[in-house]
């Protein structure tokens, strides 16, 4: 019997001009088996290769998106890498990647960590950026955001599929990471300290609390507005802690984002056209 290797996607609930593509993947069997079958997309956490290739073959078909993601070897850094000044084979070491060329597609993957999708409101640029708490306390989305050339109050920021503060157990390492750089009202309003000395830690909030910091005038848009839609919950999305506590494998699935050529090329022609 053939697997269902249908791919089912998410799409962002936002105002990006039309020209913008951007999705989310969700749980789906895909080609890999066992405590893979979640549609893995990551090459790094011990599934067959070639089962990942026909994952990542399947994203690209099932999105329609006219080039395969430039996927990044994430380490949970600082690191935005600009995608119009590197060569497709090369190895990229970052948690971040933005470009300004037409079809060519950022992507992050993530797996509890909040990805966050960007681009301005004339989608001349676009950026994806893997936030989870290291990335966050290390400035990973100033990184970004300061290396596009749109000014911050023209930003439109998607903020994806992540785990939910009630279900995100930290420690005291990460309290204090956020405490050296948050004002002591933001780390109350984003920690909820447990009885065992841990911590309850609001990912989303923190990433919000960062961007209005930056500059960034208009609000998120948020995916999760229930707890039911939380990774954790194993049920649309992956989830570290979810795996982890089941089998011990990690899945990872993965948010990207471009600029398509027909409708950015009839965008242009449209402006730049006589009036009538």
């Given at each position: 019997?053939?697997?269902?290797t249908?791919?089912?996607?998410?799409?962002?609930?936002?105002?990006?001009?039309k020209?913008?593509?951007a999705?989310?993947?969700?749980?789906?069997?895909?080609?890999?088996?066992?405590?893979?079958?979640?549609?893995?997309?990551?090459?790094?956490?011990?599934?067959h290769?070639?089962?990942?290739?026909?994952?990542?073959?399947?994203?690209?078909?099932?999105a329609?998106?006219?080039?395969d993601?430039?996927?990044?070897?994430?380490?949970?850094?600082?690191?935005?890498?600009?995608l119009?000044?590197?060569?497709r084979?090369?190895?990229?070491?970052?948690?971040?990647s933005?470009?300004?060329?037409?079809?060519?597609?950022?992507?992050?993957?993530?797996?509890?960590?909040?990805?966050?999708?960007?681009?301005?409101?004339?989608?001349?640029?676009v950026a994806?950026?893997?936030?989870?708490?290291?990335?966050?306390?290390?400035?990973?989305?100033?990184?970004?955001?300061?290396v596009?050339?749109?000014?911050?109050?023209s930003?439109?920021?998607w903020?994806?599929?992540?785990?939910?503060?009630?279900?995100?157990?930290?420690?005291?390492?990460?309290?204090?990471?956020?405490?050296?750089?948050?004002?002591?009202?933001?780390i109350?309003?984003?920690?909820?300290?447990?009885?065992?000395?841990?911590?309850?830690?609001?990912i989303?909030?923190?990433?919000?609390?960062?961007?209005i910091r930056?500059?960034?005038?208009?609000?998120?848009?948020?995916f999760?507005?229930?707890?039911?839609?939380?990774?954790?919950?194993?049920?649309f999305?992956?989830?570290?802690?979810?795996?982890?506590?089941k089998?011990?494998?990690?899945?990872?699935?993965?948010?990207?984002?471009?600029?398509?050529?027909?409708?950015?090329?009839?965008l242009?022609?449209?402006?730049n056209?006589p009036?009538?």
């Open positions: 019997m053939s697997r269902d249908r791919l089912p996607l998410s799409i962002p609930a936002w105002p990006a001009p020209h913008i593509r999705y989310t993947t969700l749980r789906s069997p895909g080609e890999s088996v066992n405590h893979y079958s979640a549609y893995n997309l990551a090459t790094h956490v011990g599934d290769h070639e089962h990942v290739v026909q994952n990542r073959y399947h994203l690209a078909q099932y329609n998106l006219p080039n993601p430039i996927w990044l070897n994430q380490t949970h850094s600082s690191i935005a890498i600009d119009d000044n590197i060569t084979d090369s190895i990229m070491t970052a948690d971040a933005h470009t300004r060329k037409i079809n060519t597609i950022c992507a992050v993957m993530t797996a509890d960590c909040l990805p966050m999708l960007v681009t301005n409101e004339e989608g001349t640029e994806a950026i893997h936030a989870g708490w290291q990335g966050l306390s290390k400035g990973v989305i100033e990184n970004t955001l300061s596009l050339t749109s000014a911050p109050e930003l439109l920021i903020l994806g599929p992540s785990i939910q503060k009630e279900n995100y157990e930290v420690g005291e390492e990460v309290y204090h990471a956020f405490l050296e750089e948050h004002d002591l009202s933001e109350d309003a984003a920690f909820t300290k447990r009885a065992d000395n841990k911590w309850h830690a609001d989303p909030l923190l990433a919000v609390q960062r961007l930056y500059g960034v005038k208009k609000n998120p848009y948020l999760i507005t229930t707890m039911y839609l939380c990774p954790f919950t194993g049920l999305f992956i989830s570290t802690r979810w795996h982890n506590r089998n011990g494998q990690l899945n990872f699935y993965c948010a990207c984002i471009a600029i398509l050529a027909s409708l950015a090329l009839r242009v022609r449209s402006v056209s009036a009538s």
